[in-house]
Nanobody
Framework: VQLQASGGGLVQAGGSLTLSCATS????????VGWFRQAPGKEREAVSC????????YYADSVKGRFTISSDLAKNTVYLQMNSLKAEDTAVYYC???????????????WGPGTQVTVSS
């Protein structure tokens, strides 16, 4: 089982980035995939999680209306489209595999290496 996040970078406030999480070794019908982030000195937080089989999506309040999560079952890839980025979105972003219907990072069992997102103000 592997997950690999990509697409991070440096962007100005108000700009956009799309993160990709390429997965292998498991199916989306049996697991959720979530995006989490951790900023320096802060705890890890769940940003958005998708249950492709159930069609349910979770967004943190801080990103609602700005971020969109989606999945491509044919490519085993989950995307996070991030618009109207703010300086406070700066963090390392991780994608991970978790149980159906959970946004508790402690229950996510496989994590990929993170990708840095830096938003300059």
């Amino acid at each position: 089982v592997q997950l690999q996040a990509s697409g991070g970078g440096l962007v100005q406030a108000g700009g956009s980035l799309t993160l990709s999480c390429a997965t292998s070794g498991f199916t989306f019908d049996a697991h959720d995939v979530g995006w989490f982030r951790q900023a320096p000195g802060k705890e890890r937080e769940a940003v958005s999680c998708i249950s492709s089989s159930a069609g349910t999506i979770y967004y943190a309040d801080s990103v609602k209306g700005r971020f969109t999560i989606s999945s491509d079952l044919a490519k085993n890839t989950v995307y996070l489209q991030m618009n109207s980025l703010k300086a406070e979105d700066t963090a390392v972003y991780y994608c991970a595999r978790g149980p159906l219907g959970s946004r508790d990072g402690g229950r996510y069992d496989v994590w990929g290496p993170g990708t840095q997102v830096t938003v300059s103000s």
